[in-house]
């Protein structure tokens, strides 16, 4: 992998990551240089402790502009994109509209391909092994500012998911805190450890998957599985079975072997509902453990963090989405619709 970084007109950086190592990358972003402007703000709830970033400069964010139009396609004649270049196999680049920003952190954007028509799963495995790589990087370098205690690479993908521009692409957040779902985890682990005398949940975990019937796809060294209480209709967990707290953690045959296996639960996730609907909406989420505090975090060694992607859709079936209501929106208490042990049935019925 080779790694070009260079600015944007406003400053915003951009990088390369290339395959080849004898890439050049020298185009110049031509567009005029106008300041960036955010206004990204933290706020705390009171009551339940949460986060809330106000970020009111994003209502004005491209909304699904046209093909010919894409901000995300490479540069080509007088059309001028945020990738300078003519061509490109991933970039990075700073979010021109941040949810996060300066202080309050800072978010990226992540374009696994040129080809404004593909998806993830259109890759071949050495592009999504780039696309690994790239994150891996990403992460390392995020959690060395001073402000970001964890980092989220993740993907929407889908119109129904909520995404704004069409071609394939993801984020990345680099959070100035520890978010709500990773404080659960923590303190689960840090109950789970105190009663049984020592034991790691997500071994605990992984564990009782693999003996049972929700596994969807196992590898050398990954598993995915569908989770005992699912909160989505179709939710895999991809865990790598040697516990690693987060990306970094990888070794070479860990790396080597996840394009083959998340490339496989892509595309059956799309092969879920039949050949006659839309791609299948989803959102794919790395949760890693947080950087902040190396020593740990409330008594929870940062070690026993296990390092997993969560990968779901909200499409409950054919032409029926998977709305939260009442129950899930005002309680945070989900309603699932499809069986667990049915949803592994099902992705294992698609498999390639």
Known sequence: MKK????????RELIYYDLRDDTVR?????????????TSEIR????????????????????????????????????LTEIPGPSYDVVVFENRFPSLAGDSGRCEVVCFTPDHDASFADLDEEQARLVLDAWTDRTSELSHLASVEQVFCFENRGPEIGVTLGHPHGQIYAYPFITPRTALMLRSLETHRDSTGGQNLFDAVLERELAGE????????????VPYAAHWPYEVHLYPKRRVPDLLGLDEAARSEFPQVYLELLKRFDRLFGTGEPPTPYVAAWHQAP???????????????????ELFTIRRTSGKLKYLAGSESGMDVFINDVPPERAAERLREVAS
């Open 4 to 11: 070009t970084s260079t600015r944007l007109a406003d400053g």
């Open 26 to 38: 020298g185009a110049v972003d031509r567009r005029p240089p106008e300041p960036t402007v955010t």
């Open 44 to 79: 705390r709830d009171a009551l339940l402790g949460d986060a809330v970033a106000v970020a009111s400069h994003r209502q004005g964010r491209t909304y699904h502009p046209p093909p010919d139009e894409c901000p995300l396609c490479p540069s080509e004649g007088g059309r």
């Open 214 to 225: 929700r596994v969807v796809l196992e590898g050398e060294h990954w598993v995915a599985f």
């Open 291 to 309: 950087f902040g505090q190396p020593a740990g975090f409330g008594g929870v060694p940062r070690d026993d963090f296990a390092l997993h992607l």
